[in-house]
Nanobody, 126 residues
Framework: EVQLQASGGGVVQTGGSLRLSCAAS????????IGWFRQAPGKEREGVAC????????HYAEFVKGRFTISGDNADNTVYLQMDSLEPGDTAVYYC???????????????????WGRGTLVTVSS
């Protein structure tokens, strides 16, 4: 059974940092695409950053480039999202998701991902 567990959310001031973790189990970690998505109140879920473990490609949404870094640790089947220079607009519930194959043009489309973990809340205060 595929399981994803996101953690690391919290409250931080503008300009601060947080590191989110997504612990994965039940599938061959190295073969999957693992993505971080977020959903703010009243807004649609949107892609933030994704890592394709099979080819090593990293993908970032424009609004996080230069501030967020996604990485993966094969040893403990965990994907991290390092978030720096946080802004109030980054406030949302953050989710990790996994899928075996996702075409690059669809990498940030939530419906492409079958497996989702519970979210972790990130609140950035001004």
């Amino acid at each position: 059974e595929v399981q994803l567990q996101a953690s690391g959310g919290g409250v931080v001031q503008t300009g601060g940092s947080l590191r989110l973790s997504c612990a994965a189990s039940g599938f061959t970690f190295e073969d999957y695409v693992i993505g971080w998505f977020r959903q703010a109140p009243g807004k649609e879920r949107e892609g933030v950053a994704c890592i394709n473990k099979s080819d090593g490609k990293l993908h970032y949404a424009e609004f996080v480039k230069g501030r967020f870094t996604i990485s993966g640790d094969n040893a403990d089947n965990t994907v991290y999202l390092q978030m720096d220079s946080l802004e109030p607009g980054d406030t949302a519930v953050y989710y990790c998701a996994a899928e075996w194959i996702v075409a690059d043009p669809l990498i940030f489309v939530p419906s492409e991902y079958k497996h989702w973990g519970r979210g972790t809340l990130v609140t950035v205060s001004s």
